[in-house]
């Protein structure tokens, strides 16, 4: 039972999480050790029934006093359990408004409490001032939009209001089978559209673990109340990781510095797509004419990976130009199977198969 209340703790603000247990059983005189992971969405999935069930106490507690979500100014979660992403986004989604995240939710009752006895008994009680961030952080991603794909998809990791210091993480995974690199882009907004909140910081992770499935990567961010954001990208499978620090990230920023950030954006993105901010409407992506990657089951993309992973054998051992060379195709061929191109993977490989036959006959 302690083992399964510190996971779902951590789970309230990391992705995974490991149950461990030792000596939880014994069989014909041998201890049975537990060690299980879970994921946050796995963990929702099994309470939602429950969360749903106390929706219903809420309703029924604001029908009885003949309110509605309009005539409520502010909700606080109250209980340690309250934690837990799903709570605050059904009640987000019920009451139309995010519940406040700067008082305590194990302390909140007792802190009521003595404030109420303070005041009855005649005292002046000040406000308690608490630590937050008053903005919210988070990364863009390719996700959804008005029912189509949309490159500058934005959510927050780290909330508004949210009491400091802390760390939050998130999951994501790569857009394209075989994608060895991905770009963060770091925002401090709330809006959904990415490129209509403020770019803060931007990194690149390369080195990614070519895979036909999506590949997931963690974004974990750590804010201080020193105002330093510390964004962590993190490949789960192999634990590599790129990290960005971004100092004074809950200075406001005067006008300057907003269109200073705006023409970063432009600047950031028309290096790389050719595109203004005002043609923004053009990183929608239809869907159906990206190119489809070359079907595993082809035996020609398995005599292709052989080669290529022979020849990763030798890059240590040959000359430089030959190394190069050797890389370069590499590429064209994982380029190739990305885009779908047979005839374009097929070149590549006759060409590594002779260089091999050079290098090897050496």
């Not at 309470?47 to 909700?75: C, F, H, N, Q, Y």
């Not at 390719?142 to 780290?158: F, S």
């Not at 051992?317 to 190069?324: K, L």
Request: glycine fraction near 6%; aromatic fraction near 4%.
């Amino acid at each position: 039972r302690w083992a399964a209340e510190q996971a779902k703790k951590k789970l309230s603000d990391e992705v995974y999480a490991t149950v461990r247990e030792e000596s939880l059983a014994v069989v014909d005189g041998k201890p049975l050790h537990l060690e299980v992971e879970i994921d946050r969405q796995s963990y929702q999935d099994m309470i939602r029934p429950l969360v749903e069930t106390t929706l219903e106490s809420v309703s029924a507690a604001m029908a009885d006093a003949g309110k509605t979500p309009d005539d409520i100014d502010e909700v606080l979660l109250v209980g340690g359990s309250t934690r837990t992403p799903l709570i605050r986004q059904v009640l987000t989604e019920r009451m139309r408004r995010e519940p406040r995240q700067d008082v305590h939710p194990d302390l909140c009752v007792a802190l009521g409490a003595g404030v109420l006895a303070s005041r009855l008994s005649g005292h002046d009680v000040q406000r308690v001032l608490v630590d937050v961030s008053p903005y919210s952080f988070g990364p863009s991603y390719l996700g959804e939009r008005d029912g189509r794909t949309y490159r500058h998809c934005y959510h927050p990791v780290i909330h508004r209001n949210t009491p400091l210091p802390v760390t939050r993480t998130d999951q994501y995974v790569t857009s394209y089978p075989y994608q060895e690199e991905v770009d963060i882009d770091v925002f401090q907004g709330d809006d959904p559209d990415a490129m209509k909140n403020i770019l803060v910081g931007h990194f690149r992770v390369k080195g990614l673990t070519p895979t036909v499935e999506p590949n997931e990567v963690l974004c974990r961010m750590n804010l201080d109340i020193d105002g330093i954001l510390r964004v962590t990208a993190i490949e789960k499978r192999t634990g590599l990781s790129r990290h960005i620090t971004i100092s004074n990230a809950l200075k406001s920023k005067s006008d300057e510095e907003i269109a200073a950030s705006r023409q970063r954006l432009n600047d950031l993105y028309g290096a790389r797509a050719g595109f203004d901010q005002a043609e923004a409407d053009s990183e929608y992506i239809d869907v159906e004419a990206e190119p489809e990657p070359l079907a595993e089951s082809d035996p020609r993309i398995a005599q292709a990976r052989e080669l290529v992973e022979r020849s990763r054998g030798l890059l240590g051992d040959v000359h430089d130009e030959d190394r190069e060379e050797i890389i370069d195709l590499h590429e064209e061929i994982t380029q190739a199977m990305r885009e779908g191109d047979m005839d374009g993977m097929t070149e590549a490989v006759d060409r590594l198969r002779e260089l091999l036959f050079f290098i090897e006959g050496k």
